[in-house]
T-cell receptor
Framework: GDSVTQMEGPVTLSEEACLTI???????????LFWYVQYPGEGLQLLLK?????DKGSNKGFEATYRKETTSFHLEKGSVQVSDSAVYFC?????????????FGDGTTLTVKP | GAVVSQHPSWVICKSGTSVKIECRSL??????MFWYRQFPKQSLMLMAT?????????EQGVEKDKFLINHASLTLSTLTVTSAHPEDSSFYIC?????????????FGPGTRLTVT
């Protein structure tokens, strides 16, 4: 079945450092790929998504490119801020499957220190 | 737009009692809503798919008689944890996808923290 593997955390960075959180997936066909962010005590928010190979999703300075050849969707940001501290989830949604049936990675906790 | 609310945001109850959690889509209609459970420092576990006007579809290993789901309208789904026990303590999150052709996005509620004493 479908699966998502995320880089284990926690990740601790200083403000303005570069961020990469690795995400690889296993799925049949061409799934849609997502990154969600969860701030403390809150639900998940969609951060960005990509629906086909070579698509780049971007939002709030974060980017991720759908790499079919490496089955990856790594999250990157060039300069993190303290406010980026949160848990980040990589997820995929199968072809013709409602997004609610998404498969999630285990989450990566990011802490950014001033 | 695309706001999902949950009520209550946190609840403490005694063992053996039942607790109802509401999930509402505030500015869109959702034919389908989803209920997740999240343990500390872990990912989301899909519990069930809630379909308006029909029975919920439960994931393997989830007790349907313990976690009662009702999707009474296109904007409201409820999860009732019956005869709660301490092991049911968790963070419960709902999500909804708007009715229509675009099914690849879902919007999450803020979650409900349940503590069973």
């Amino acid at each position: 079945g479908d699966s998502v593997t995320q880089m284990e955390g926690p990740v601790t960075l200083s403000e303005e450092a570069c961020l990469t959180i690795n995400c690889t997936y296993t799925a049949t066909g061409y799934p849609s790929l997502f990154w969600y962010v969860q701030y403390p005590g809150e639900g998940l928010q969609l951060l960005l998504k990509a629906t086909k190979a070579d698509d780049k999703g971007s939002n709030k300075g974060f980017e991720a490119t759908y790499r079919k050849e490496t089955t990856s969707f790594h999250l990157e940001k060039g300069s993190v801020q303290v406010s980026d501290s949160a848990v980040y989830f990589c997820a995929l949604s199968g072809v013709n499957t409602n997004a609610g049936k998404s498969t999630f990675g285990d989450g990566t906790t990011l802490t950014v220190k001033p | 737009g695309a706001v999902v609310s949950q009520h209550p945001s946190w609840v403490i109850c005694k063992s053996g009692t039942s607790v109802k959690i509401e999930c509402r889509s505030l500015d869109f209609q959702a034919t389908t809503m989803f209920w997740y459970r999240q343990f500390p420092k872990q990912s989301l576990m899909l519990m069930a798919t809630s379909n308006e006007g029909s029975k919920a579809t439960y994931e393997q290993g989830v007790e349907k008689d313990k976690f009662l789901i009702n999707h009474a309208s296109l904007t409201l789904s409820t999860l009732t944890v019956t005869s709660a026990h301490p092991e049911d303590s968790s963070f419960y999150i709902c999500s909804a996808t708007p009715s229509g052709p675009n099914q690849d996005e879902q919007y999450f509620g803020p979650g409900t923290r349940l503590t069973v004493t």
